[in-house]
């Protein structure tokens, strides 16, 4: 039996693709899911599951199109890749950063590896603005000077460059889901 965390993208901003996170939860269930915990009104679920990882994300994305009528896009990782996404931040140099930079970091979770191409198209970005960003493997790793909402490194930025879905998370939540899931 494998840990898993989903994070679902666009759900319950500006009360709009409204789901609660109770009857989230029973979905995950229904769909044979164990031990579903939610974490905050962002779509953000950790389960147990021993289906196979390639079909989990089609599995949960079919559940909530048939019960609420619209397309929610799911990105999955294992508590092994979400603890190595923990410590693997390219912007936190030292521990004693940390408390300063956590307002400014966050992450953005991607639906597969982009192409080096389009890594490289998305990297002529920062030469015009002054957040950062770093890709690996399929994720995002986000400095954003001033605040998120501002910034032009958006999910729709990251997917229109990089060719694949993507959802972000500031990184108190990146922290707590790792605690979470320890």
Not at 70 to 99: C, G, H, M, W
Not at 145 to 170: D, V
Request: hydrophobic residues 35%.
């Amino acid at each position: 039996m494998k840990t898993y965390i989903s994070i679902l993208r666009g759900i319950n901003v500006g009360g709009k693709r409204k789901i609660l996170m109770k009857d989230l939860k029973e979905i995950y269930q229904n769909l044979g899911f164990r031990n579903p915990v939610t974490y905050i009104q962002s779509g953000n679920v950790i389960f147990e599951t021993d289906i196979e990882e390639n079909k989990i994300t089609k599995k949960i994305e079919q559940a909530i199109l048939e019960k609420y009528g619209f397309e929610v896009p799911v990105i999955i990782r294992t508590r092994e890749e979400l603890l190595k996404i923990q410590s693997s931040n390219p912007f936190i140099q030292a521990e004693k950063d940390k408390l300063e930079l956590l307002n400014h970091l966050h992450l953005t979770f991607l639906g597969d590896i982009p192409t080096t191409e389009n890594i490289a198209k998305a990297e002529e970005i920062e030469e015009k603005i002054n957040d950062k960003f770093e890709v690996i493997e399929k994720d995002v790793f986000v400095f954003c000077e001033g605040k998120y909402h501002t910034s032009k490194l958006t999910n729709n930025f990251f997917e229109k460059k990089l060719k694949t879905k993507a959802t972000t998370r500031n990184w108190k939540t990146i922290e707590k889901l790792a605690e979470l899931m320890q």
